[in-house]
């Protein structure tokens, strides 16, 4: 095996050597900017100083907010984002009703329909004189140079960057992934994970969602569950200035610097046309954009959901985090969140998509169960039937013995087919039904291509493990944190290692009541029944074997190299009909809950097996995850 392994490597470092040295030089450079610079259409379709923008009661709000405010006493209006149609909706009626500017920043562009839909928008707005800057991570954003060397030219008033490009390309290949992980993972490693929409510096969204169908529940076969808030006020300001950290940081890339995108501008000197989108479903699409103008579509389902605040505070890690991840300064949004958490007093409500705590926040989690009154920690993340990544799912069940009982933990996995986020909502929202649907399938042209990707996915294209049910599946993406009913954060943060100590992570935390219980309220309804099972310790049948078997668990699980022991400290549980939902501690909790097994309504496929393996063998992977 070894043999194989260097046989292999050699090859793949001597690519990585060569793909590393090979930067552009200043000449090719300055060449592709001329190009670029003669070629780039400069026409505006509005002459009028508002660039014709649309009336936005959005943005309205936020002006107001912006006038009300002062240093002393600050004043914001916030909207939760929990469903996705409104999600989509608030973006483009934002993005219609800028008259300055729009800096938008994310970790997945995809060109499916949402990432289509979202990218016209925006050239749609610098065309009418907005000045539109795009930052996206390079690894899963725009996989195709005739877009990018489009986006290059088409118009003055919009840029676009990719942030830390692998071997200076904007596409990365098989072999070059392969070898970008060989001879320099720790900056292939680190990736830009924010997500900021900014309007006018005035009103912004971050959360969990990128731009591709399944954050907007537009797949066919698999949607996340995502949460985002949208925040008018001073607030922006701190959006603002973090963008343009990371826009102006080294690793924010201008199209030309990228060879192949340097290559192809160099190759066509004749300016490219923008096209009109090719979208899946144009029906579903023009409704979308429809309810975005829609004055009492906009009220009744963005408008009346807003709520008044006082403090909240953007919160983002420095892009040098990734050059220096142990300085504090640099880490600043991760600190934060660990702070928050250390001073819960009676409880702690999480929700993330990878239950794998770092070393801190294990610390952090074993101090507060310690307490003489702990404080209760509810947290809602995926099943391996509902993720999309299971081998970060297997360190999750590796550890679940831990999580129970050191850190105290109540845990409710998502259901595959949950019926909180049901497959219709997003047609209701819209005032739809299915027979309005248009007929329109995926053509091979339009299809997303799958791409390489290691042990599964976090947020790409990879589907999950099989199931034994069919129908329509979703799995969590949100990342939420509600301490003690007093404040509350949405953001782009996993709260595990990964998130802690290599990606760079932004979030909102809103310091008021009334938005911490409809946040509480909104991740509450993933955690029940109907939508979780509950992990709790296998009942004892008989206690000395039990005990043996928690024993022996116990020792697998904290051998360095390996952890062979088949039968688990935990399992999955589900509601009895007839019965009430209890915590897991409650002396009742057997006789109305019965046990389905470690993998629920996963069917036996390649993914369960590597799931198994992960957990066994995988511990040394799990700060990259």
């Known amino acids: 095996m070894s043999r194989f392994l260097r046989q292999v490597s050699l090859p793949l470092l001597l690519v990585a050597l060569l793909l590393q040295g090979c930067t552009l030089s200043q000449a090719q450079i300055r060449r592709a900017d001329a190009i670029v610079a003669t070629t780039t259409d400069r026409s505006t379709v509005c002459a009028q100083a508002d660039r014709c923008a649309v009336p936005s009661p959005l943005l309205a709000a936020a002006t107001r907010a912006l ?75 725009f996989d195709n140079l005739d877009v990018l060397d489009r986006l290059s030219r088409v118009s003055a008033n919009l840029q676009v960057r990719l942030y830390n490009p692998t071997f200076h390309k904007a596409h990365t290949q098989p072999l070059e992934f392969a070898a970008g992980i060989l001879c320099c993972f720790m900056q292939f490693n680190q990736r830009m994970h924010n997500k900021l929409l900014l309007v006018d510096d005035s009103i912004g969204i971050t959360g969990g969602r990128n731009y591709q169908d399944r954050y907007f529940n537009w797949d066919d076969d698999f949607d996340y569950v995502d949460r985002d808030v949208m925040v008018g006020g001073p607030a922006a300001k701190q959006m603002a200035a973090s963008f343009e950290l990371f826009w102006r940081h080294k690793r924010a890339v201008p199209l030309t610097h990228l060879r192949d995108v340097n290559q192809r501008i160099l190759s066509d000197s004749a300016p490219p046309v923008w096209p009109a989108p090719h979208y899946r479903r144009p029906l579903r699409v023009a409704q979308l954009q429809q309810a975005a103008e829609d004055p009492l579509w906009l009220q009744a389902w963005l408008v009346d959901p807003s709520l008044p605040a006082g403090k909240v505070d953007y919160l983002s890690d420095l892009p040098s985090k990734a050059d220096k991840p142990d300085k504090r300064r640099a880490q600043e949004y991760t600190q934060h969140i660990m702070r928050m958490i250390d001073d819960a007093k009676r409880e702690v409500l999480l929700q993330t998509p990878y239950l794998v705590m770092s070393k801190r926040a294990q610390r952090i989690f074993q101090r507060l169960h310690q307490r003489d009154e702990p404080p209760r920690v509810i947290v809602s993340t995926n099943s391996l039937a509902s993720t999309d990544a299971f081998a970060v799912y297997a360190m999750s069940y590796k550890h679940r013995k831990r999580y129970l ?24 929202n819209l005032g739809m039904n299915k027979a309005a649907m248009p007929a329109e399938t995926a053509s091979p042209a339009s299809a997303t291509q799958a791409r390489f990707h ?72 993933n955690t029940q029944p109907e939508n979780a099972w509950v992990i709790a310790p296998r009942q004892s049948a008989t206690p000395l074997l039990t005990d043996i078997n928690d024993a022996i668990g116990s020792i697998s699980a904290q051998l360095p190299l390996f952890d062979l022991w088949p039968f688990r400290y935990a399992t999955s549980y589900d509601l009895k009909p007839g019965c009430q939902p209890l915590r897991a501690i409650d002396p009742g909790f057997y006789a109305c809950y019965q046990p389905v097994g470690d993998f629920p309504d996963v069917a036996l496929s390649p993914k369960l097996i590597i799931t198994r393996l992960f957990t066994a063998f995988g511990v040394g992977a799990k700060g990259v995850l």
């Not at 608030?90 to 009703?97: D, K, Q, Y």
């Not at 008259?99 to 749609?124: C, F, H, K, N, P």
């Not at 939420?480 to 802690?500: K, Y």
């Open 67 to 141: 006038a009300e405010s002062t240093p002393q006493q600050p004043v914001h209006v916030v909207t939760l984002l929990d469903d996705s149609e409104p999600a989509l909706a608030a973006r483009i009626n934002l993005v219609r009703a800028a008259r300055q500017s729009i800096d938008v920043q994310t970790y997945i562009w995809d060109q499916d329909d949402a990432g289509q839909l979202m990218l016209d928008e925006l050239v749609q707005a610098a065309r009418r004189g907005v000045q539109v800057r795009i930052l996206a991570d390079q690894l899963f954003s």
């Open 454 to 525: 290691l042990l599964g996915s976090r947020g790409s294209s990879n589907r999950p493990a099989p199931l034994l049910s069919e129908g329509r599946r979703f799995g969590l993406h949100a990342k939420s944190i509600v301490i003690d009913d007093t404040f509350a954060m949405v953001g782009s943060h996993n709260f595990d290692p990964r998130s802690d100590n290599y990606n760079t992570e932004a979030g909102v935390i809103v310091y008021d009541h009334a938005f911490a219980d409809q946040l509480r309220d909104s991740i509450m309804r």
């Open 405 to 428: 009982k050191t850190f105290g933990f109540e845990i409710h996995e998502l259901k595959p087919h949950a019926s909180g986020p049901a497959v219709d909502n997003e047609l209701a």
